[in-house]
């Protein structure tokens, strides 16, 4: 362990990605970068396009349509033309999907729940809503340049 917030941080969810995936795969057989997928796409409401899909996961158009074909092929993922434009993929998730991220979903919040609570002065409902705060205003500065903060 690090005495540095930025290596402690990295150190704290690359163990969480790496625990997170072991129970995906032994569990549920598929890795969590599927389920992240997956779960990202229950996250927004009404049907995802490619585009708010990569945006939310934090990679390219180009990477989300690569892999778009093969979600497909696997029942995880239905593609829908839209109707106004017809360039535009809309994309569902499947009967399939929808229950496994519910699921596993649950499942992970149990145990990241139990193994929190393991931690001294640590409340699970506390340091959630502490990250998601944390998370709103890491993606604001990310959006903003050094000149912008400073003249705040």
Known sequence: MSDRLSFTLHELVSAIDSYADGILREHYGVDANLFITLATMSEEPGRVDVTTLARC??????????????????????????????RRVVLTL????????????????????????????????????S????TTVVLARSHSTPADRTQS
Do not use: Y
């Open 94 to 129: 499947t009967p399939q999907a929808a229950s496994l991220v519910e699921r596993a979903g649950t499942a992970l919040d149990a145990e990241f729940t139990s193994m929190f609570a393991e931690v001294p002065n640590i409340d699970p409902v506390a340091l959630n809503a």
């Open 131 to 134: 990250l998601s705060a944390l």
């Open 57 to 86: 996961l934090g990679v390219s158009k180009a990477a989300v349509s690569k892999r778009v074909p093969s979600l497909v092929e696997a029942g995880w993922l239905e593609t829908h033309s839209d109707p106004g434009n017809a």
